[in-house]
């Protein structure tokens, strides 16, 4: 299976990717966890986007805060699909961020998920890779699955508590 890179713009965001993280870990999906910025070490930025394809890399997911143009700068450099988590990390609480990476010129999306939404950033990478991946499909079915029924449970117990 191709690999997912979580990459963030500081370690500072890695306490909003731990979803993400756990979530690729329970599906057992390969991935490396980076921290590269699109404006403190923008050359790094280039040099892993452009090299991600024959790195083994199938998705990309990319976080950032504050004026956050690391999605958009990889993504302008692969045409791997690329994720975007806006961060929450200034005293705009996150919509600068969002703004700042969904906002994509035509030609070079990012598709972009809720302010610090990771866990969403990484069933959709799953969602990519079980294109080919019937296993990881398969284990994605049982996932929607068991949500359904936890809520259908939860229903039915507020629904009894209040009859
Ligand atoms: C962004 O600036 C980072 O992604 C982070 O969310 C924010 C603040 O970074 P630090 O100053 O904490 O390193 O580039």
Same mark, same amino acid.
């Given at each position: ?20 993280? =756990? ?8 991935? !490396? +966890? %980076? ?16 090299? *991600? ?5 199938? +998705? ?36 600068? *961020? ?15 998920? *809720? ?9 959709? *990478? ?6 080919? =991946?019937?296993?990881?499909?398969? !284990?994605?079915?049982?996932? %929607? !699955? ?5 809520? +259908?449970?939860? =229903? ?8």
């Amino acid at each position: 299976m191709k690999k997912v890179a979580i990459v963030m713009g500081s370690d500072s965001d890695l306490g909003v990717l731990t979803p993400a993280i =756990d979530k690729l870990k329970s599906f057992s999906i390969p991935h !490396e +966890v %980076r921290v590269i910025s699109a404006h403190r070490t923008p050359l790094q930025a280039i040099e892993f986007a452009s090299k *991600a394809e024959e790195n083994g890399f199938g +998705v990309i997911i990319a976080a950032a805060g504050k004026a956050a143009h690391l999605a958009g700068v990889l993504a302008g450099n692969t045409t791997l699909p690329v994720i975007g988590i806006p961060v929450k990390a200034s005293v705009l609480d996150g919509m600068d *961020a969002l703004l700042a990476t969904v906002q994509m010129p035509s030609g070079i999306p990012v598709a972009t998920v *809720a302010i610090d939404g990771s866990a969403n950033a990484a069933i959709l *990478a799953a969602q990519i890779l079980a294109l080919s =991946d019937e296993n990881l499909a398969s !284990e994605l079915k049982k996932m %929607r !699955e068991k949500m359904t029924s936890d809520v +259908v449970e939860k =229903d039915k117990k507020i629904k009894a508590q209040f009859e």
